[in-house]
């Protein structure tokens, strides 16, 4: 049984420029939820997805954005990037009403 | 926002001791969980305990909870090199987690 996955592992950009995050959930899991790790901090929720929408939001700008598809797997994307958008992003999967998120091994996002 | 404080930020131990980790968090929690991660690497679930218990064990983890003090610790006993790594709580407050900024654990062989 495949756990969350996430790709890709690294990714360097520039600043201004646009990323696309990839998760794909745990089986049988249908909650899909970010969060963005700076170094040395704890991770911060950015938003989660459910039946396709956004259900809640953490406290970030709309150049964060994202997107859940029907079987489950949900993208993130950053517009206009900054500097201080360099961070470990991370994904986790959860089912509806359950409790337990279960997390992707991470993007490491490198702005330049 | 970080919810929760943790306490120490960081502990060096020796194979065998025990270690001891705190978290206090501020607002009302659905449950707790606690965290490892090994360097800057994902995530792995440890345990789970639920507002309406108080103490929880796993293999070596003991966790405890004390929703009157908004407090949480999280005992490994008989700590192993392997358990090297950062661990942190974080609390669920209406599906999403709030976590601290971690406690640095190193045990030395």
């Known amino acids: 049984d495949a756990g969350v996955t996430q790709s890709p592992t690294h990714l360097i950009k520039t600043r201004g420029q646009q990323v696309t995050l990839r998760c794909s959930p745990k089986?049988?899991?249908?909650?899909v939820s970010w969060y963005q790790q700076a170094l040395g901090q704890g991770p911060q929720f950015i938003f989660q997805?459910?039946?396709?929408?956004?259900?809640q939001r953490g406290n970030f700008p709309d150049r964060f954005s994202g997107h859940q598809f029907p079987n489950y797997s949900s993208e993130l994307n950053v517009n206009a990037l900054l500097l201080g958008d360099s961070a470990l992003y991370l994904c986790?999967?959860?089912?509806?009403?359950?409790?337990?998120?279960?997390f992707g091994p991470g993007t490491r996002l490198t702005v330049l | 926002s970080q919810q929760g404080e943790e306490d120490p930020q960081a502990l060096s131990i020796q194979e065998g001791e025990n270690a001891t980790m705190n978290c206090s968090y501020k607002?009302?929690?659905?449950?707790l969980q606690w965290y490892r991660q090994n360097s800057g690497r994902g995530l792995v679930h440890l345990i789970l305990?639920?507002?309406?218990?108080r103490e929880k064990h796993s293999g070596r983890l003991r966790v405890t909870l004390d929703t009157s003090k908004k407090s949480s610790s999280l005992l490994i006993t008989a700590s192993r090199a392997a358990d090297t790594a950062s661990y942190f709580c974080?609390?669920?407050?209406?599906?999403?987690?709030?976590f601290g900024q971690g406690t640095e654990l190193s045990v030395k062989p």
């Open positions: 986790a999967s959860s089912r509806s009403g359950g409790d337990t998120q279960y």
């Open positions: 089986s049988g899991h249908d909650t």
């Open positions: 997805y459910y039946e396709e929408e956004e259900r």
């Open positions: 607002t009302s929690i659905n449950n």
């Open positions: 305990i639920r507002s309406n218990e």
């Open positions: 974080a609390t669920d407050v209406g599906g999403k987690l709030i």
